[in-house]
């Protein structure tokens, strides 16, 4: 008799431990809870160009929109800039219409007629030269004479040569150098226009997107740098979950897992997320993760998107997660 209740003690114990351990392991499976924090992005707010702040429109804690404007600075220099930019196109464009349109017909004629009077003077020095030279031979005029009438025939032909050149150039036009190096100025000038058009948009400072006015770093009247920060904001969206998880379990944190948040705030109604990105590198668990079994181990980190995000949520709030492997817990 004691053998067979012996057998049956046995039994009974060895079931028991094994029914033990499978209700472990799948409580284990299906009740993985990790802590993280939750993050959202902030910007810090800054104009691209310097000057003197002359307002800002909002305030800490003032929800804004994208597009709003929140800021300025004074204008009055840049405008400045502005008008000079557009004076030097003008200028730029005038001289480079000058030298495409060439030389006016009224430029032509008068070095047409600066050729026929250079002609006609080079005629009479060539033939006065000529009277010289027979008097020379006969020895009327002394040899200095002589000399002086073929300079100023050479001179008269000079004169000539000169008048000619200038008014081949009139009828060619400007040289193809010329009037690129007029081009080029003009895009200078218009290069020169566009930044001075772009620095006094700069001048207004908007949101880029939604969001909440986390730091007010300046008042009016401040003298500002460009890129110094004026406002931080803490955007809307996207808003996630900062959270670790262990090698073992790192398998039930694929991309797109739904999660479920909660909060010390709402402990009987989570928010949920998706899991949007995991690490591809391990790490030592940071000190922000509370739970005893991860402290010693490496873990990896995981981007826990949040679907439903509110105003609740703020930066670096505790969070607990579970992953949401049955029905949704509205």
Not at 231 to 245: D, E, F
């Amino acid at each position: 008799m004691k053998k067979p209740v012996a057998a049956l003690l046995a039994a009974v114990v060895v079931a028991v431990a094994i029914g033990g351990w499978l209700w472990y392991e799948g409580r284990q499976e299906s009740g993985l809870t990790l802590y993280g924090n939750v993050d959202i992005r902030t910007v810090n707010m800054s104009f691209r160009v310097g000057g003197r702040l002359a307002s800002l429109a909002v305030d800490e804690g003032d929800a804004v929109k994208p597009g709003q404007v929140v800021g300025a600075l004074d204008q009055a220099p840049y405008k400045n800039a502005l008008m000079q930019a557009k004076a030097s196109v003008a200028v730029a464009q005038a001289q480079y219409d000058l030298m495409q349109a060439g030389y006016r017909d009224e430029e032509i004629a008068q070095a047409e007629a600066a050729v026929r009077q250079a002609k006609a003077a080079a005629d009479y020095a060539q033939n006065f030269y000529a009277r010289q030279q027979g008097l020379w031979k006969s020895r009327t005029i002394s040899a200095n004479d002589l000399e002086n009438a073929r300079s100023s025939r050479d001179q008269a032909q000079a004169t000539l040569k000169s008048a000619q050149d200038k008014l081949s150039q009139y009828r060619t036009g400007n040289r193809p150098q010329d009037i690129a190096q007029a081009q080029a100025s003009l895009e200078q000038a218009q290069a020169q226009l566009a930044q001075a058009e772009l620095d006094l948009h700069d001048t207004t400072l908007v949101s880029p997107s939604a969001g909440t006015i986390l730091t007010r770093a300046v008042e009016p009247g401040s003298m500002l740098n460009a890129g110094s920060t004026v406002l931080t904001l803490s955007l809307t969206r996207p808003v996630w979950v900062r959270a670790y998880i262990d090698e073992p379990n790192l398998g039930r944190a694929k991309p797109g897992s739904e999660m479920l948040l909660y909060t010390d705030g709402r402990p009987d109604k989570p928010y949920h997320g998706k899991v949007g990105f995991v690490s591809p590198t391990a790490e030592f668990t940071p000190k922000t993760v509370e739970t005893p079994d991860l402290r010693t181990d490496l873990v990896y980190r995981l981007r826990i998107i949040v679907t439903d995000a509110d105003d609740a949520l703020r930066q670096g709030m505790p969070v607990t997660i579970q992953f949401n492997d049955g029905p949704s817990d509205e």
